[in-house]
C-alpha cells in the first residue's frame, strides 16, 4: 500500500531535454531527498517511471548518456511517399518503435507495481480532448508511450482502445495531483528556461517562434501558479543568486520549489539524443538544482 506522500517532484516535458532531470536527481540524492510521489509529463513520465521500475539517479544518466536518436525514432521514407501520394489518413513524421524497444528492455513494470513511491504520468485523449492521469498501479509501456507521444511527430497511442498523445499539450508541468494529495514539499523541474529571469527581445522570426514555444513548455505551470496566487496570499521567496535563482514559495505549510535551465536550448535540443547533449544537461541540471535549491535546503552559506 502506498503511504501518504509528504514530499513530491514534478517532473516537467521537453524531449532529449530531459536529461537535465538526471542531473537534478543526482543532488537530490545528495541531498538525501527522497519523494514520495513522482508526477511526470513526456519525457519527465519516462524519467518517472524509470525511478518506479528501480532505476538509480545514477543508471538514468547512464541510460542518458547511451541514448542515440536511432534508438528512440527513425523515419519512414515509404510512409512519408505513400502519405504524400495518396494523402490517406493521418502519418506522423517519424517513427517511435525504437522507442518502444528501449523502454521495454530498460524498464520493469513488475516493479514500477510494487514501488512505494506513487508515480504519475498524463496523456490527452485525442477524441474527447481530457487530460487523464495513470498512476503505476495500471501504467504499462503504452501509457508511457503516449504521454511522451509529441503532436505530429510521433505516433498516437493506444489506452483501452482510446487515442491519446503527448499530456504536455495541456499539463507539461502537472503538479495538481501532488497539492491534492496534500504534500508538505514540492520540487519542480522544468525543461526551459523562459520565466526563471529576463531574457533579451527576439531579434529575428526564428527567435520570436522559439520563444512562443518555451513560454508553451512552462504555460500550465505558470498558469497554474497564477491561480494560487490569485487564490491565497503567497510569500514570494528569493534565493540567494537571484538572477539564476527560481522562485520558492511558501502556501501555508506548504513548500514548492522550481529548478530550470538558465539559458535557452534551442529547438534542436528537443530531438538531439547525444551523449555530448546529455553530457551538458546532466552537469546543467546538477549545477542548476545545486544553486537555485540552496535556499531550499538551508545550503546558502556552502553555495
Not at 547533449?277 to 549545477?287: I, R
Request: charged letters at 20%.
Amino acid at each position: 500500500m502506498l503511504r501518504k506522500p509528504k514530499r513530491a517532484l514534478i517532473l516537467s516535458g521537453g524531449g532529449a531535454r530531459g536529461a537535465y532531470q538526471a542531473g537534478v536527481l543526482k543532488f537530490l540524492k545528495e541531498m538525501d531527498w527522497e519523494p514520495d510521489l513522482i508526477c511526470g509529463t513526456s519525457v519527465g513520465a519516462v524519467n518517472a517511471v524509470a525511478i518506479g521500475c528501480g532505476l538509480t539517479p545514477e543508471e538514468i544518466a547512464l541510460l542518458w548518456k547511451a541514448i542515440e536518436k536511432r534508438q528512440v525514432y527513425k523515419i519512414s521514407l515509404w510512409k512519408q511517399i505513400q502519405y504524400y501520394l495518396f494523402r490517406k489518413g493521418f502519418v506522423p513524421l517519424l517513427d517511435t518503435e525504437p522507442l518502444k524497444n528501449l523502454l521495454i528492455q530498460h524498464f520493469d513494470i513488475a516493479k514500477l507495481r510494487k514501488s512505494e513511491i506513487e508515480i504519475i504520468i498524463t496523456a490527452v485523449n485525442i477524441l474527447t480532448s481530457q487530460l487523464k492521469f495513470f498512476n503505476n498501479q495500471v501504467i504499462d509501456i503504452e501509457h508511457v508511450m503516449a504521454s511522451s507521444a509529441i503532436p505530429i511527430l510521433f505516433p498516437w497511442q493506444y489506452i483501452d482502445g482510446e487515442p491519446y498523445w503527448d499530456g504536455g499539450v495541456m499539463a507539461n508541468t502537472p503538479i495538481l495531483p501532488a497539492l491534492e494529495r496534500g504534500v508538505k514539499e514540492v520540487i519542480v523541474v522544468l525543461l526551459s528556461p523562459v520565466g526563471g529571469q529576463k531574457l533579451p527581445l527576439p531579434q529575428t522570426r526564428r527567435d520570436a517562434l522559439e520563444r512562443v514555444f518555451e513560454q508553451g513548455l512552462i504555460g500550465s505551470y505558470q498558469a497554474f501558479m497564477t491561480h494560487l496566487a490569485w487564490q491565497k496570499k503567497i510569500k514570494w521567496k528569493k534565493g540567494l543568486l537571484s538572477a539564476m535563482a527560481r522562485r520558492i514559495i511558501t502556501i501555508d505549510d506548504i513548500k514548492i520549489a522550481t529548478v530550470a535551465p538558465v539559458k535557452m536550448l534551442g529547438f534542436g535540443s528537443l530531438l538531439r539524443f547525444t551523449q555530448q547533449q546529455a553530457d551538458v544537461l546532466l552537469h546543467a541540471g546538477y549545477n542548476d538544482a545545486r544553486y537555485q535549491l540552496a535556499e531550499f535546503f538551508k545550503l546558502t552559506e556552502k553555495a
